[in-house]
């Protein structure tokens, strides 16, 4: 039975009982006096229908909070898998503009790339007019030119709630007519080095302050938007970079080189050294399965097999085109894109030509995307995805082993205050910081995740003798009642804590999944009957 069920079933309990003391009795002067159990049952009901209020307003953000996280999960995991397969870059910024707007239908957003000339390109805009796009593009950044440009400039967040008034906007105020904005927040896209590379803003036709949750999409919207433009450079650099070994033989990645029939090299290009540290002259003494690691041979050892069979059929030598990982001289590894063809003589097989083009950066931005997909932007914990990945091998190992396993969900106390006392920025520090502490409270073989706002889930995986989830679960009360400092500020919260077993519980990851929630709701609701807790800070 859910609380505010039990509530309302004890109040229409006690009620017919405190009315029968509320009867007319005589005086002595026969007048007639009403019983003082209206005296309590008016106010008793009036508390109550508060409170109901308060927790049907609390539960309804925190369902519309789980949808919204749902939905930025499905987004980011479209957007990175278009990336993946390499679509183009205007496709890409598209889907991410048009599933930021999904999050918000009464949003237009857009993407704005800035050039080495320091000029803004419009790139994705599907939503504002046309006219407006044109008059934007090849702005150039600049303190107060609008949102975009000044965010641009100052590579920092702008957040304009009323463009009619702002004097960034001034002078911009027949495109404000023209495109009927009245609000415009404006996040920098920033590399890994800091460079801005363009804009990801978010307008609204009416005065609009942005939300803990607009802050959280702005800045996951731009931090997704500089890995898909990243990658487009990337892209393109490689391009450039195939054009240009067309006409250079000695490129300085690839590596070209040629072996003849009995698999003897026969030619390496200078630019073996730069990727490999080994001179052309030791790596010509040496033979595939000494410069490549042992999984990697046997894939090569394959194609060899492959094409001595093609060749003795008569058949062409098989063109080839795989990922090796090579053997360096300092005992590093690099990973190479190695593209194999027969060399012909007047028709006559006598050799093999190969290119093996330097895969390390490219890999370093297809790990950094898998660990995005997987892993919250704020925190570094990891997201709702990876942690349902642990949470079933989990469930998979108890079961065949006959073991138990704990889950938690966690949500902070005295949260919001923090923000809107102190700001965003304070309160983004402060989910780091938790996170830190709900880390360093847990063994290395659990889990602990962010899915969504202040609320964390954490995964026990065996619970062995002497280790009790909820000792566990006190310690992380303990952990974060302990003050912050954050900037000097003196922040103190609490956490509400609802715990499940397997199998007590539950034998799947739904049924535990509720049985939490349901007794983390019923600990914070106990905690919200005093009024002061709720809104201290």
Known sequence: MKLWQMLVQGLLTTAPALAEGAIWQKTDTGSTILGAAIFFIVPAAVVFLFFVYRINRKLKAIVIAGQRSALMQQNRSRVLAMIVEQAPLEQVLDALVEGAEQMDPSASCTVLLLDDQNILHVASAPHLPDAYNAAIDGIAAGYGVGSCGTAAYSGQRVIVEDVRVHPYWLPYQALVDVAGIRSCWSEPIKNRQGKVLGTFAIYHKEVTAPSEQDIQLISESAALAEIVIERSHAIEELKRSEERHR???????????????????????????????????????????????????????????????????????????????????????????????????????????????????????????????????????????????????????????????????????????????????????????????????????????????????????????????????DKIQQAIAQPFDIHGLDIRISCSIGLACYPEDGETDLLLSKVADQRMYQQKATSTENPVLSISS
Request: aromatic share 8%.
């Open 247 to 473: 006409l250079l033989a000695d490129h300085a990645t690839d590596v070209i080189w040629t072996m003849d029939p009995s698999g003897h090299f026969t030619y390496i290009s200078p630019s073996a050294e730069k990727l490999t540290g080994f001179s052309v002259s030791a790596l010509m003494r040496q033979q595939m399965r000494q410069l490549v690691t042992r999984e990697s041979y046997a894939q090569v050892k394959l194609q060899m097999k492959k094409a001595a069979r093609a060749l003795q059929a008569g058949q062409p030598y098989p063109d080839y085109v795989g990922e090796v990982e090579q053997v360096c001289k300092d005992g590093r590894r690099v990973w190479s894109e190695v593209k194999i063809s027969g060399m012909y003589a007047d028709g006559v097989f006598v050799g093999i030509l190969g290119v093996s083009r330097d895969l390390t950066e490219r890999r370093k931005i297809e790990e950094r995307m898998r660990y995005m997909a997987q892993h919250d932007t704020l925190t570094g914990l990891p997201n709702r995805t990876l942690f349902t990945d642990r949470l079933q091998k989990a469930l998979q190992y108890v079961m065949r082993n006959q073991k138990s396993l704990a889950l938690m969900l966690l949500d902070l106390n005295k949260f919001k205050p923090v923000n809107d006392t102190h700001g965003h920025a304070v309160g983004d520090l402060l989910l780091q910081q938790v996170a830190e502490r709900l880390k360093n409270t847990i063994r290395t073989s659990d889990t602990v995740a962010r899915i969504g706002g202040d609320e964390f889930i954490i995964l026990l995986p065996q619970l062995e003798q002497g280790y009790s989830a909820s000792m566990v679960a």
